[in-house]
């Protein structure tokens, strides 16, 4: 019986441990060390960023910078690093606003076309 019972228990840990990481892929990316300082080199060559946040299976607060397939973990409060946060989101914004004007002439010109 003893010796059923430690294959058993093996295949249903393996079972648990791959459920756990299907359900949470995101487990083992958390950013365990932030850095204060950041150099304005590092800054201008990010290509994206997502934040941590220190709630569920992080347990600290990061802005993960995306640099040429690298992530670096910074502290959220940087002022640097906000600004940079701040700059990204509005080029997004800006880029957004553009497809949308391009569309909209585009069926304009379509409206006139069939007119």
């Known amino acids: 019986v003893k010796l ?24 083992f990316d958390c950013c365990t060390e932030i850095s204060d300082g950041i150099s304005k080199g590092i800054l201008r060559r ?7 946040r ?9 802005v993960i ?3 040429k397939g690298k992530k670096f973990c910074v502290n959220p409060w940087n002022r640097k690093v906000k600004k940079m946060m701040k700059k990204m989101k509005h080029k997004i914004h800006r880029s957004k606003s553009h497809v949308r004007k391009q569309r909209r002439t585009r069926i304009i010109k379509q409206k006139e076309q069939n007119q």
């Open 4 to 27: 059923l019972l430690v294959p058993l228990i093996s295949v249903l840990f393996l079972t648990l441990l791959l459920l756990f990481l299907a359900l949470f892929p995101g487990a």
């Open 46 to 52: 990010v290509e994206g960023f997502e934040i941590q």
């Open 65 to 67: 910078l995306h640099i």
């Open 54 to 62: 220190a709630d569920g299976l992080c347990h600290l607060e990061a």
